[in-house]
């Protein structure tokens, strides 16, 4: 695991608000706290060796057949269990991106080539075709770019390039209105698998639940290596309730794209900022001055708000930050901490 990948809010005291984190912050898990304080007696028992009641509910969901949904321990368990599957293939990664996916590949020998699509001065991807790959690596809505390939193009490229097999990481797929790939699209089409977060949309990362939906034929490797009870009772109790309860889960995701806008309007227009166009809540940022450790380090001390620095993803440099954002108020705060910053 990279250091300094995801959330580091623990390495801080007196954290307020957390630009960091690209999970919504501000559902009410109230009564989701409530009913699993009712399920507490699960602790003593072994859970399902395998998550199936949570498939079927998921199949149910997306109109697919169970055995075309696999629950995992959060989306980093389907990472890795895919690149266990699919040992030392040739794998080509869509940079900058999650780094889970490169760690993955590292482990099981797969040969890694990077290719860098995603950057600041264009709208969309440039051409590009998966020659040579065995498997292509992508995260849509990306991290750290909030970007979106768009939809047709990446269906015409898996369409295109049948002996590729393309994983989409759809982790932060609620948090866009732009058209993505329907999980329907993964059982029929067989070389694409989705990877979906019940942790990003439900906002419960503590928990660690996801899925991936394929054909069945795609799926079965990892079911065969999955490791028995990996996902935890509490946690696939979580899902069901959440799944029944999912209409309490609805992101504002109107108002997230307008502060979305007004946040990169209002960096832009502080002159040391340049911010790389996004279809989602998550914004990456490159200083013009000064680096993003020390801006981090700031502003987590002088104001308790936490921004990640983004240095550590493939292909970026000590310049880069990434925030997602927040509600207006806590955005504007993040503004006046940078300003100051910016005046020492």
Known sequence: MLNGH???????DDIRIN?????YAHFDHRALYAYLATRMDCLAHYPEPSPERLERMLAEVYGTDAREVMVTAGATEAIYLTAQAYRRSRSAILQPTFSEYADACRIHEHRISNVFL?????????AW??????????????????RVWPKDELLRLVAENPSTLFVVDASYAPYTEAPLISPRSAVEMPNLLILRSMTKEFAIPGLRLGYMIGRTEVLEPMRRMRMPW???QPAQDAGAWLLAHRDAYRLPLGEMMRERQRMSQALARLGIVEVWPSDSHILLCRLRIGDAAHLKDYLATEHGLLIRDASNFEGLDASYFR???????????L????????AH
Do not use: L
């Open 118 to 126: 995603h950057n600041a001065s264009h709208s969309r991807e440039d």
């Open 335 to 342: 503004i006046k901490g940078i300003n100051e910053w910016m």
């Open 19 to 23: 630009f960091s984190s690209n999970v």
């Open 6 to 12: 995801g959330d580091d809010i623990f390495r801080y």
């Open 323 to 333: 925030i997602a954002v927040q509600t207006p108020a806590e955005d504007d705060e």
């Open 230 to 232: 990996s996902v935890n």
């Open 129 to 146: 075709t998966p020659q040579g790959c065995e498997m292509v690596w992508t995260c849509c809505p990306d991290n750290p770019t909030g």
